[in-house]
């Protein structure tokens, strides 16, 4: 497998391949998760909805990292490049700015203060379970199995939008400011699951690639369920 962009030669035996990964990215998305679809019919307490933002900050300073492990794994400009955008994304050019900056506003707007969420103490271990699981397959898998497991994006833009109607529905309380996070993932996600599919269409020549790449992205979804499955669980201190 080279890791240029290729001729898209793969392209002619894809779409079988390419609907299994869209299916898996739908049917085990975590939008079905109980504590989602909680979050959307706006039954979430502020304590619950706290809890959540600062267990997914975790997750969120951490995919910057993760994408620097998929970057090093990429062999041409070209796909640096494209891979680089991510982490900007992220982490901002400059101070002040970025996906991580934009979800400590909405920590803020929520009520936590940055350091809170900064500091990471409370976060549960079964989050810091998860997020190390995605990392780490990351690092050592195949770019193949990076780059797919990323394809969960595929459903992120409509979980954006259900997730700010739900926030300016139920969640007045939280400042509509807060949700630029939110606003900037829907075009961001379409932007990079376009390009990791386009990746993982042209790489997955072989059957045996198309099973890692699925198992990839079924893995991924089990990561953002478990992640979830902690948040909903919640902190053995906050139920004595
Ligand atoms: O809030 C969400 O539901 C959600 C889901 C996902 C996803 O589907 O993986 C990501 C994000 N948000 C997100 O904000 C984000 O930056 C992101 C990066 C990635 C990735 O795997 O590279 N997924 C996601």
Not at 63 to 73: E, G, N
Not at 153 to 165: H, V
Request: glycine letters at 8%; proline letters at 3%.
């Amino acid at each position: 497998m080279s890791t240029d962009i290729g001729t898209g030669v793969g392209a002619s035996v894809a779409t079988g391949f390419e609907e299994r990964l869209r299916a898996v990215a739908r049917d085990h998305y975590h939008d079905r998760h109980p504590f989602n679809v909680r979050m959307h019919q706006g039954e979430l307490t502020p304590d619950e909805l706290r809890r959540w933002i600062l267990n997914r900050f975790h997750y969120q300073r951490h995919i910057p990292v993760k994408d620097a492990l998929v970057l090093a794994k990429l062999g041409t400009p070209r796909l640096r490049r494209m891979w680089l955008r991510r982490i900007e994304e992220h982490d901002g050019r400059a101070d002040g700015e970025g996906g991580i900056e934009r979800w400590l506003r909405l920590g803020e707007a929520a009520g936590l203060d940055r350091s809170e969420l900064l500091s990471g103490e409370r976060v549960l271990p079964g989050v810091r379970l998860a997020v190390d699981g995605y990392v780490n397959f990351c690092r050592l898998r195949s770019p193949l199995e990076a780059v797919a497991a990323s394809l969960t994006e595929l459903s992120a833009p409509g979980i954006m939008r259900t997730r700010i109607a739900a926030f300016e529905r139920h969640y007045r309380w939280i400042d509509a400011d807060g949700l630029a996070y939110f606003r900037s993932r829907e075009a961001q996600g379409r932007q990079d699951s376009g390009e990791a599919l386009g990746l993982v269409l042209d790489w997955a020549r072989t059957e045996a690639d198309h099973e890692r790449a699925v198992a990839a992205l079924a893995f991924k979804c089990d990561v953002l369920w478990s992640l979830l499955d902690a948040i909903d669980h919640g902190d053995r201190k906050e139920r004595q």
